[in-house]
């Protein structure tokens, strides 16, 4: 199945280089893969993987080890802002 995976801001280096530019990779998984799955080759640190959502919708820490996603989703991923 093909997903699209989202990353943004600081987490976009986490992306292969040539995806960085726009944010996005497509990616192709094995059914029945779940968001824990997809995050873990990319090598973020947990700490920073702060707001998932896949198709807009919120997916809570608790949640995400055993959330399958299907074809067509969009996951997308922002780390923790600060600002003031």
Same mark, same amino acid.
């Given at each position: 199945?093909?997903?699209t995976f989202k @990353?943004?801001?600081? @987490? ?38 702060? @707001? %998932?959502? %896949? ?9 995400? &080890? ?8 969009? &996951? ?5 802002v600060a600002?003031?």
């Amino acid at each position: 199945m093909r997903i699209t995976f989202k @990353l943004y801001a600081s @987490l976009t280096d986490y992306l292969p280089a040539q995806a960085r530019s726009s944010n996005r990779i497509e990616l192709d998984l094995p059914e029945g893969a779940t968001i824990a799955q997809v995050i873990e080759p990319f090598g973020m640190p947990a700490k920073l993987v702060h @707001l %998932v959502l %896949v198709n807009g919708v919120y997916v809570a820490p608790e949640d995400r &080890l055993g959330r399958v996603l299907v074809a067509g989703d969009v &996951l997308a991923i922002w780390p923790p802002v600060a600002g003031g």
